[in-house]
């Protein structure tokens, strides 16, 4: 299945060296990422409540989509900024074709709703509008408004005596043309969220939408008025945070005044019904304060992400079968937990998620530090956390025991900065040292330093990650973790926790690559490096984004030096692969599927000298903002065994024929689809299970197969 084609494609790329077409635009690519999330949905062979779920996720993305990335524009053209983006665009022709892309893709939503609709009523799940609801259904829908709906309702009028109200983000609202003594009146109502968004009826396998629901006994919300028309209608505001760090006195009393205010920001879309009338549409763009550009239409439900209620059914057989993560062999023994401390100083130890259990592996880590008497400190970085993670509870224990407990919480993480802010205050009332990271930057790294004393002095234990300390997100989220002993990274990282929590500049770390002083040019030069191996040299690099124009040209150099790259990018990519004369040896694929491809992982066949190969795990992706304005860590993997392994999660990932796209010259995503071939997912939870002990591996075409498939020689030089 291929992606429509994007509006820079066909253009002549043989000679691209030095101009911007040789970028792909990053909005533009962000879009074409969640298109390949769409894709998932649209899939048959997919269990129907998952196909549902990539719906509601596709919704989400656009959502955030616009309250960061389309806000920002906004902006931009707001305050008249003229500078054009590497690929050579202004702000508004960004907006502009963001409009098109948006209204393609919503295009494709509708129908693949349509049909969505119809398999699960064959599967036996209604989606019923009230209109054809039985005698029996209205009757008892009408009780359920006037007990559990009409009583959380507030109409909200709209005259010279009460003005157009506020209309929260990403509410969902109705709004009301009335007439009373010949006079036109408009009142909004908002569908309030504390309620079920799709309405069971009693059989408990039909649903009805609360907004249709509402509008249909809107005569008792507003007596002795005739209800003249009504539109469902939805509000997306700019979420960034505007804070002046140069200016605060107090990081943690800004955020919190910061997020008091952003629910009042700026309007950056409106999305309503197709059926709007003209005089309801120029009400709302009115006194919203927004142009023709900011309004969607839609001819479907709007706010999908509230699909996710319904992939909650109890429908097993509509979804995919549920996967046990496996617990690390290394460190679980057949009477439970080892001791992590005897594990990880016989050797490192390399964890894969959500194959491998964070629980049985990072937490575990963790709380054995809290309760160990010889543990003298814990250090850890918390960008985004659940509400049940132990690991909190732990950090509580320790400090309570009387260990020196320090957590850096990035207050600015978006959209989780008010949780943060919960877990900092609460750490620290249980006498944790808590920063709140470094002015002007954002902590992203994940890292945790455990120091222990013991008979030959003291000991720092370490573990460095990819994916966050989330208990809830590393079910989902594929990422590494390194637990390691190794002396030189153990003071790097003291050294990074004493910058963090402290003072310090002109650091030099030995093996640690540290953003934003440490990261780039490193990089840079172990591109070099392979430069020097000209056809010998190999790299494979697997991130989220790769947008950083300077890392994108040093990847061409590469390649016309004849370096062998492959780019494993999940969402947005600006580089332009297999460009004759530019990079015609650069592949880029991305995977996409049940887990959330998430991990960090760079690969240098000759980074180290011959026959010394350089593995780096981390939090950095190749974008500007992770190495010019985070504080990011990338740890090189030393050990020979743990670099087989993620050898063999690569490669995997470039022999995948069922998950995997392809990018061409042109900016054009194509989906390889061989449903019985090989699956990245499928693949590496059958490897971990032949590690350790969770359940019967997947059926999978030949299990031996994916081996015989590729050669890691042929992959990695």
């Known amino acids: 299945m291929a992606v429509a084609e994007p509006a820079s494609a066909g253009t002549e790329l043989t000679a691209l060296a030095g101009q911007p077409e040789r ?61 054009l983006t590497p690929d050579g665009r202004t702000p508004l022709e960004q907006l502009d074709a963001i409009h098109v892309a948006v209204d393609d893709q919503l295009a494709v939503v509708a129908d693949t709703w349509e049909s969505l609709l119809a398999a699960l009523s064959d599967a036996g799940i209604d989606l019923v509008d009230f209109n054809d609801l039985t005698v029996t259904e209205h009757q008892w829908i009408g009780g359920y408004f006037e007990e559990q709906v009409y009583p959380v309702l507030t109409p909200l009028a709209v005259d010279l005596g009460r003005p157009f109200p506020f209309i929260s983000n990403l509410s969902l609202s109705l709004g009301v043309i009335l007439q009373s003594e010949g006079k036109p009146l408009f009142a909004r109502i908002k569908v309030p969220p504390i309620l ?107 706010a999908l992400a509230d699909l996710w209620q319904l992939h909650g059914l109890d429908r097993p057989d509509l979804k995919e079968p549920s996967w046990k993560s496996v617990q690390p062999p290394e460190f679980h023994g057949p009477d439970g937990y080892r001791n992590f401390f005897e594990v990880m100083r016989e050797s490192d130890v390399l964890v894969h998620h959500p194959y491998t259990s964070f629980s049985g592996s990072v937490s575990e880590f963790i709380h054995q530090a809290s309760t160990d008497r010889r543990v003298m400190a814990i250090k850890l970085t918390l960008y985004r956390t659940s509400g049940d993670t132990p690991i909190v509870e732990s950090l509580v224990r320790a400090a309570e025991a009387g260990k020196q407990v320090a957590v850096v919480v990035e207050l600015k993480a978006r959209f989780d900065e008010a949780q943060n802010i919960e877990w900092a205050k609460r750490l620290e009332g249980s006498g944790v040292h808590v920063a709140y990271g470094l002015a002007g930057l954002k902590v992203h790294t994940k890292v945790a330093l455990v120091v222990r004393r013991e008979s030959g002095g003291i000991r720092r234990y370490c573990h460095v990650g990819t994916g966050n300390y989330n208990s809830k997100t590393a079910r989902l989220y594929e990422d590494f973790g390194l637990f390691t002993t190794d002396d030189t990274i153990g003071a790097d990282i003291g050294q990074l926790f004493n910058v963090l929590t402290g003072y310090g500049s002109d650091i030099e770390y030995e093996a640690m690559l540290v953003a934003p002083h440490h990261l780039r040019q490193p990089l840079v030069q172990r591109i070099n490096q392979e430069i020097t191996h000209g056809s010998g040299g190999r790299i494979v690099m697997k991130m989220n984004s790769l947008v950083d124009a300077e890392m994108i040209d040093a990847l061409y150099r590469a390649s016309q030096a004849g370096v062998s790259i492959d780019l494993i990018v999940r969402g947005i990519c600006c580089l332009r692969p297999g460009v004759p004369g530019l990079s015609a040896n650069i592949r880029v694929r991305s995977i996409v599927g049940r887990y959330l491809e998430h991990s960090r992982c760079y690969y240098f066949a000759n980074g180290g000298g011959p026959d010394h190969p350089q593995y780096y795990i981390g939090s950095a992706d190749l974008m500007p903002r992770n190495l010019n304005r985070r504080v990011e860590a990338v740890s090189p993997v030393n050990d020979p065994t743990l670099q087989s392994r993620l050898a063999t999660v690569l490669s995997t990932c470039l022999a995948d024929t069922a998950l995997a796209w392809t990018l061409d010259e042109n900016g054009f995503w194509t989906r390889i689809g061989d449903v019985d071939g090989i699956s990245t997912h499928v693949t590496l939870r059958n490897l971990e299970i032949e590690r350790g002990s969770a359940a019967e591996p997947l059926p999978v075409t030949a299990p031996e197969a994916p081996r015989r498939r590729w050669s890691f020689r042929r992959l990695f030089g």
């Open 23 to 83: 970028f792909i635009n990053r909005e533009m690519s962000w879009l074409d990422f969640n298109r390949r999330v769409l894709a998932q949905a649209e899939d048959p062979h997919m269990p129907l409540l998952e196909r549902l779920k990539f719906l509601a996720i596709h919704g989400s993305n656009f959502d955030e989509f616009f309250q960061v990335r389309v806000a920002g524009l906004n902006d931009q053209v707001a305050g008249e900024v003229t500078a």
């Open 196 to 302: 079920p968004r799709f309405v069971a009826l009693p059989t408990g396998q039909r649903f009805v939408r609360l907004e249709q629901v509402i509008a249909a006994h809107l005569d008792q919300l507003f007596p002795g008025t005739e209800i003249v028309d009504h539109v469902i209608f939805r509000v997306t505001r700019n979420g960034d945070l505007a804070i002046d760090e140069g200016e605060a006195e107090d990081l943690l009393e800004a955020v919190e005044i910061e997020l008091r205010r952003r629910r009042f920001r700026s309007v950056v879309r409106l999305e309503i019904e197709r059926s709007i009338s003209p005089a309801a549409r120029q009400v709302l763009i009115e006194e919203l304060d927004i142009g023709d550009r900011d309004v969607y239409f839609s001819p479907l439900p709007l």
